[in-house]
């Protein structure tokens, strides 16, 4: 995390899913709606799908979340000299915590939150999905705008973001127990 850590801090986050459509979109509108300005978030994936799911759209838009320039892109755009410099990195899916990420300007903390893929349901139950991924991320969210950033040091912040990637809807490699 950088230097400049206090009550006046801007946080950067950014949200990592392999395809960059669903999980990642969702999360970076809920930080940056209940983040409220000391928090700013993005999303990227590894392997970009090029588009926004079409679900993730409708629940965001019905919950009234802000989808302005959402879209989906590679993580390559933010490991630019010029890209923003995170604080944060939170995976959303599995995969893509497996993978060899960019190496990124500050060394941000990382964290796994991975949630199954609701754009992998089909039919009928894909928006009760995709409401739930919303829940899952929203409730971690909260949890981590709860944390004392400013007063916590880096090995108790990297714990709080161990345990909250294992809340509830933890996927398999988030560390979930059954």
């Keep these: 995390m950088s230097d400049t850590i206090g009550p006046d801090k801007t946080y950067n986050v950014l949200f990592l899913c392999t395809g960059n459509s669903a999980r990642s979109i969702l999360g970076e509108a809920v930080m940056n709606k209940l983040g409220e300005g000391r928090f700013r978030a993005w999303s990227a994936g590894s392997q970009p799908k090029g588009e926004v799911h079409p679900m993730a759209i409708s629940v965001l838009e019905n919950m009234g979340f802000d989808i302005t320039g959402m879209r989906s892109k590679g993580w390559g755009e933010f490991a630019a000299p010029d890209a923003p410099q995170?604080?944060?990195?939170?995976?959303?899916?599995?995969?893509?915590?497996g993978e060899t990420c960019p190496v990124w300007i500050g060394h941000p903390m990382t964290a796994h939150w991975g949630i199954e893929d609701p754009a992998s349901v089909e039919g009928a139950g894909?928006?009760?999905?995709?409401?739930q991924a919303l829940r899952y991320l929203q409730n971690r969210i909260s949890l981590f705008l709860a944390l004392p950033l400013a007063s916590l040091d880096e090995m108790a912040t990297r714990r709080k973001l161990e345990e909250i990637g294992q809340s509830e809807g933890a996927s398999a490699k988030a560390g979930a127990s059954e």
Excluded: L, S
Aim: some cysteine; proline content about 0%; glycine content about 0%.
């Design 126 to 131: 894909q928006r009760d999905a995709f409401m």
């Design 86 to 97: 995170f604080d944060f990195i939170f995976t959303v899916c599995d995969n893509a915590a």
